[in-house]
């Protein structure tokens, strides 16, 4: 009885987006891990794709809500920041496009041709997605998310007006930049002394909403 009590506790702090958000992320990793476990990856890494062109009109829809390595950066970020533990800074020499691009790419192409396995006698297994689980448990989030991450690639294509990245309000906003210390992917930038959240870097996690005190970011 206790725990159904903390569990309705727990839902009444909940918005209904929150709420599916966390049972659609939970759900991703119990796929992932079936398809994996079964050698069914080249379906799995098709509906990763076919999301990530969802973000040509919603964001980074697949990162907020689809994706296994945001829902484990998710439950492995709440540990780290319960334990007080920080993971290492992304090098510079990472940010710079001519290294993180031809990476993107790379593991993009290995995604296609895993792909192309179901109808080509082609052999390929899968250990370069899982690398990804490493990189988040050791690295700041925004490595795999900005830069390393072969579906990012697809999301940058040009989108149009992305219906679900949060917005702020620089009318109530005070700068008190929480929300910009807080975004796993340093999504929120300054512009004219005005913050915003870059779509091409918003994965739809919500946390600046979570975190600002006064309301000023809203869906």
């Known amino acids: 009885m206790e725990i159904f009590i903390f569990c309705l506790l727990i839902l009444e702090n909940m918005s209904i987006r929150r709420i599916i958000q966390t049972l659609t992320l939970a759900i991703s990793i119990i796929a992932f891990i079936f398809f994996v476990k079964n050698k069914k990856e080249s379906i799995l890494l098709i509906w990763m794709l076919s999301f990530s062109f969802a973000s040509i009109i919603f964001g980074k829809l697949f990162c907020g809500y689809f994706c296994p390595f945001h829902a484990f950066d998710k439950a492995w970020g709440y540990l780290l920041n319960k334990l007080k533990i920080n993971r290492i800074k992304t090098p510079e020499l990472l940010k710079r496009k001519y290294i993180s691009f031809p990476i993107s790419f ?14 080509l006698p082609i052999k390929l ?93 809203k869906i």
């Open 106 to 119: 790379i593991l993009l192409s290995l995604v296609v041709i895993k792909i192309a396995s179901l109808s």
């Open 125 to 217: 297994k899968i250990p370069f997605l899982i690398a990804a689980f490493p990189i988040l448990a050791i690295f700041a989030p925004d490595l795999w998310h900005n830069y390393l991450c072969p579906f990012g690639l697809v999301m940058k294509l040009p989108s149009l007006r992305r219906i679900l990245i949060p917005k702020i309000d620089n009318s109530t906003c005070t700068n008190c930049n929480i929300c910009k210390k807080t975004c796993p992917t340093g999504a929120i930038e300054l512009n004219n002394k005005n913050l915003y959240i870059n779509g091409n870097k918003c994965i739809l996690c919500y946390q600046c909403e979570k975190e600002c005190k006064i309301d000023s970011i």
